[in-house]
């Protein structure tokens, strides 16, 4: 695929725009980085870089031009494929009103290849089998994908074991590699979309030496992953450690808070919540984020299947990196780093696969 | 803490009486916080007052009008022992008995008293103490009476008490789930406190309700509606001593508006009793 140079990407987000999409993309805010509608280059969080080690994310401002120089962030592409919350109907004096949620168009920009991957996740488990899943399916045809290969990957991060990055392969309609002195992008189209998109803009085709220094930032992020997991016969080996000891010595540290499984961005789990208003007599559905971690989740007949911390860790684990396999045909993780960051206690999914082993 | 979800809900209060439901506001010791929730319903309390009489609300209004009721909305803790007899009253004059707020429900704030002693306190306070005839313990309601359903929070959040009602008046189960604040949070698009800034955060012991509102503005959870479903209190102590809380800050966090809701008070006696139990957890 022909490689192109873009100075900045004020272009391209004017071009986006002028399509008629919302550009999301990283912004700084509360010191974190967050995936948030922008309107122009300048509102990227140039000069920012993130520290991520279990249960800790700092966020600092260098000098310099690089404004993709930091790994994921909390917020995947889930939020927008699959929202927090989203009514399915709505009901008035038995009428029954489907709530027909219009796809935005959007385009996510800065997404990263871990990201991707766990798009094609999303796409087998709610595409992929006998029901597929209409609102996701009209929000996914919705997105244009520019995703960044990574050249910092965050002390969490392990996407290499998971063939996942830290650079893209597939996917995309655009991937960005960011290079210094002087800052550009070298830019390559991976759809008849993306093709389109960069006709449309004014680009140089990159020569030898912006191919070259493009290898060399994915080659040295490769190189710098935080973490790793030896993924051999563990879809064997995991689910025979069920009576392992090591399950209660995570269950007495872990919180059951279900902050990794909200972060992560393939766990799909929700819950359905009806209610009915006081005031005019509408009922409605709400489907919501739900997670193995909670009492609800697994109950049946008012007590839960799952009641004890380590039935839920267990769960966890298991299923994103062996029972996914049975159930999708692929891993459900896709090293993102993402659960150990966002760990209030710094469980590292890394480590307690490698003390089960 | 008594009853944990709403499972006795199981008919429509206005099936049984053939009429418009009859609604009573009680308040025990309280701050009456929660009942001036009910009160900020405004546009929603003209449509509660048109499904049901509110037919006994004394910080609305006075006339109360006579027993049985359908619902009874109960603030405040039991303190002393004409509240022993009333609550009995109660009980006997209420179909279905839903407590409000962290009072009712874990004893409160004044439940403080129950980790020292009363009489001290009182003479410490009142220049006459021997007039003061209360108990020694500030007790919820689920320790002197059977209750229908217990509803979180310092105050109560007026979309829950909403939902409840609305719950009760169609009968069906409430949706107030007993999971932690983590995953209001996290679904609201908060940065997490603990994780992004180092501030020390209950949300993670603490049942959710609130809509994680101070994570929102960048404070840690207090822990207002009480402990979630399955806290583990002795691993986030171990977190929140790592981010630099000293034992009296720890003990001093649990010990606030449900301070003798059993997961809370064995969190509060563990820092306080042994430093080396945590750390070696
Ligand atoms: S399990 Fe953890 S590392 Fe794997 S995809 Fe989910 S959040 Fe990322
Ligand atoms: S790990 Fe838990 S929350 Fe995530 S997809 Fe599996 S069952 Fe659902
Ligand atoms: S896991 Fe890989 S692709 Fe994802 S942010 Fe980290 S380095 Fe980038
Ligand atoms: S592993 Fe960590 S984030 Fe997940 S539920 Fe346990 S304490 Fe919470
Ligand atoms: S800020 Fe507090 S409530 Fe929010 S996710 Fe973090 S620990 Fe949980």
Redo the contacts between chains.
């Keep these: 695929m022909a490689a192109f140079v873009l100075d900045s990407l004020e272009p391209l987000i004017a071009e986006l725009r002028s399509r008629g999409f919302a550009v999301v993309g990283p912004v700084a805010r509360g010191g974190v980085i967050r995936m948030e509608e922008i309107s122009s280059a300048a509102d990227l969080p140039r000069g920012a870089r993130d520290e991520q080690t279990p249960g800790r994310y700092r966020l600092s401002t260098h000098d310099g031009d690089l404004m993709f120089d930091y790994a994921a962030s909390p917020d995947s592409a889930k939020r927008f494929t699959q929202p927090p919350r989203q009514t399915l109907i709505r009901m008035r004096r038995g009428d029954i009103e489907e709530v027909e949620d219009e796809a935005p168009r959007l385009a996510l920009l800065g997404i990263r290849p871990c990201d991707l991957a766990a798009l094609a996740v999303q796409d087998r488990v709610f595409l992929g089998g006998r029901h597929p899943d209409p609102a996701y399916r009209r929000r996914r045809e919705a997105l244009f994908l520019v995703t960044v290969n990574c050249a910092v990957p965050g002390g969490t991060c392990f996407c290499v074991s998971m063939g996942t990055g830290p650079k893209a392969t597939k996917g995309f309609d655009l991937a960005l590699t960011e290079l210094a002195d002087p800052h550009r992008f070298v830019v390559e189209a991976g759809s008849e979309k993306g093709v389109d998109v960069l006709g449309a803009l004014s680009q140089a085709a990159a020569c030898d030496d912006d191919l070259a220094a493009a290898e060399e930032v994915s080659r040295i992020a490769a190189e710098h992953m935080g973490r790793q997991v030896d993924t051999e016969g563990i879809q064997q080996w995991l689910p025979q450690a069920h009576d392992s000891p090591r399950w209660s010595d995570v269950a007495s540290r872990c919180l059951s808070c279900t902050n990794c499984t909200m972060v992560c961005p393939t766990c799909f789990c929700t819950t359905m919540e009806d209610s009915t208003s006081l005031s005019d007599g509408t009922a409605e559905r709400v489907e919501r984020w739900d997670s193995c971690f909670t009492l609800d989740f697994s109950e049946l007949n008012g007590s839960p299947v799952r009641g004890s911390g380590e039935g839920r860790y267990r769960q966890w684990l298991t299923h994103k990196f062996a029972t996914w396999y049975d159930q999708f045909g692929m891993s459900g993780c896709v090293g993102c780093g993402r659960c150990i960051t966002w760990c209030p206690v710094g469980i590292d999914v890394t480590e307690e696969l490698a003390n089960l082993r | 803490m008594g009853t944990r979800k709403g499972?006795a809900v199981t008919r429509s209060v206005r099936k049984r009486t053939e009429g418009v439901p009859r609604l009573a506001v009680w308040k025990f010791a309280s701050c009456d916080g929660c009942q001036l929730t009910l009160l900020d319903c405004e546009?929603?309390l003209l449509?509660?007052a048109a499904?049901v009489e509110i037919a006994y609300f004394l910080e609305a209004s006075s006339a109360p009008g006579p027993g049985p009721y359908d619902l009874s909305l109960v603030e405040g803790s039991i303190t002393t022992p004409e509240d022993l007899e009333r609550i009995q009253h109660v009980r006997r004059v209420s179909k279905h008995l839903v407590t409000i707020g962290a009072c009712a429900t874990a004893g409160g704030i004044q439940a403080l008293r129950d980790f020292g002693d009363v009489r001290e306190f009182a003479a410490v306070v009142y220049a006459r103490p021997g007039y003061i005839a209360t108990l020694d313990r500030s007790t919820p309601i689920s320790a002197n009476v059977p209750v229908d359903f217990e509803l979180r929070g310092c105050p109560i959040d007026k979309r829950q008490l909403?939902?409840v009602?609305?719950?009760f008046?169609?009968g069906?189960r409430p949706?107030v789930?007993?999971?932690?604040v983590?995953?209001e949070c996290?679904?609201?698009?908060?940065?997490?406190v603990?994780?992004?800034?180092?501030t020390p955060?209950l949300?993670?012991?603490t049942q959710a309700g609130c809509g994680a509102l101070c994570p929102a503005f960048?404070r840690g959870c207090y822990g207002c509606f009480g402990p979630m479903?399955?806290?583990?209190a002795?691993?986030?102590n171990?977190?929140l001593r790592a981010l630099g809380m000293s034992t009296p800050e720890l003990v001093r966090v649990y010990r606030t508006f449900n301070a003798t809701a059993e997961p809370f008070r064995q969190a509060s006696e563990s820092a306080e009793n042994s430093r080396e139990a945590d750390d070696d957890?």
């Design positions: 499972t546009d929603e449509s509660v499904e909403l939902e009602i609305s719950a008046l169609a069906r949706v789930p007993a999971h932690s983590c995953v996290k679904a609201r698009g908060n940065a997490c603990m994780v992004a800034h180092g955060c949300g993670p012991v960048d479903e399955s806290p583990n002795r691993a986030l171990k977190q957890a």
